[in-house]
């Protein structure tokens, strides 16, 4: 039930990024990638809305939670995700977890899209 409840939500959130990316396009053409930019930065507010209304009301149920954050805003943008788990190592005051994650995702996650690229570029195929 739990995995429905995320993969509804999902679809929600994935149908959502893709009317703002259609969106923006329309609106300012594909020269800068302001589509992306404008999800990742309401998905991020969005999570911090919600992280706040859960840690302050109780009786939100699980399955809830569940449909709005790992659901509807993981499908809306993962970057959300990233956002509130770098705000939570800031609030611990785990100041050098939080930069080394920082800076590991997005080093490494863009590398890891280049690696993909060269692969394929190299003959289409794994090695």
């Given at each position: 039930?739990?995995?429905?409840?995320?993969?509804?939500?999902?679809?929600?959130?994935?149908?959502?990024r893709?009317?703002?990316?259609?969106?923006?396009?329309?609106?300012?053409?594909?020269?800068?990638?302001?589509?992306?930019?404008f999800?990742?930065?309401?998905?991020?507010?969005?999570?911090?809305?919600?992280?706040?209304?859960?840690?302050?009301?109780?009786?939100?149920?699980?399955?809830?939670?569940?449909?709005?954050?790992?659901?509807?805003?993981?499908?809306?943008?993962?970057?959300?995700?990233?956002?509130?788990?770098?705000?939570?190592?800031?609030?611990?005051?785990?100041?050098?977890?939080?930069?080394?994650y920082?800076?590991?995702?997005?080093?490494?996650?863009?590398?890891?899209?280049?690696?993909?690229?060269?692969?394929?570029?190299?003959?289409?195929?794994?090695?």
């Open positions: 039930m739990l995995y429905l409840i995320v993969f509804l939500g999902a679809g929600i959130g994935g149908a959502l893709h009317g703002a990316n259609v969106g923006a396009a329309r609106l300012f053409g594909y020269g800068f990638p302001l589509g992306t930019l999800v990742n930065l309401a998905g991020s507010f969005a999570m911090g809305l919600l992280a706040g209304y859960f840690a302050y009301r109780t009786g939100v149920s699980q399955h809830m939670r569940l449909f709005l954050t790992t659901g509807v805003l993981g499908g809306f943008t993962t970057f959300s995700a990233f956002s509130l788990d770098t705000a939570v190592l800031i609030e611990r005051h785990a100041y050098g977890q939080a930069a080394a920082v800076l590991t995702s997005v080093i490494i996650s863009i590398a890891a899209v280049f690696v993909g690229l060269a692969l394929f570029r190299t003959g289409g195929h794994l090695p």
